[in-house]
């Protein structure tokens, strides 16, 4: 997921999330983080059991499934990840598995 103002939006859907208040994260303000479970409470979804990694990380990991689509020219040059629709869901559930 990728951070804009505190609130991360998801690579494969555009989710909007934030990290769990007892996240050590919580208002750290990384870029990328990696999450394993999302809870909904009344302060809407949020991430738990989160890291923060580098974009390239997933593409390094998972080029058959993440590639990079160009730059963000509003994100100080960031690349932004996209995910291959082309790939079986047998294949994203072994890439879900590694993160």
Same mark, same amino acid.
């Given at each position: 997921?990728a951070s804009?103002?505190k609130v991360?939006?998801?690579?494969?859907? &555009?989710? *909007?999330?934030? !990290?769990?208040? &007892?996240?050590?994260?919580? #208002?750290? &303000?990384?870029?990328?983080?990696?999450?394993?479970?999302?809870?909904?409470?009344?302060?809407?979804?949020?991430? *738990?059991?989160?890291?923060?990694?580098? !974009?390239?990380?997933?593409?390094?990991?998972? !080029?058959?499934?993440?590639?990079?689509? #160009?730059?963000?020219?509003?994100? &100080?040059?960031?690349?932004?990840? *996209?995910?291959?629709?082309?790939?079986?869901n047998k294949?994203?559930?072994?890439?879900? *598995?590694?993160?």
């Amino acid at each position: 997921a990728a951070s804009f103002c505190k609130v991360y939006v998801t690579v494969r859907n &555009g989710q *909007r999330l934030t !990290p769990a208040r &007892g996240s050590v994260l919580y #208002g750290a &303000g990384h870029r990328w983080v990696m999450y394993n479970e999302v809870v909904e409470t009344t302060a809407g979804k949020q991430m *738990r059991e989160i890291t923060a990694i580098q !974009p390239s990380w997933m593409t390094d990991v998972a !080029p058959h499934f993440y590639k990079y689509t #160009g730059v963000d020219n509003d994100d &100080g040059g960031e690349k932004k990840i *996209r995910t291959d629709n082309s790939t079986s869901n047998k294949d994203r559930k072994k890439v879900r *598995r590694l993160f």
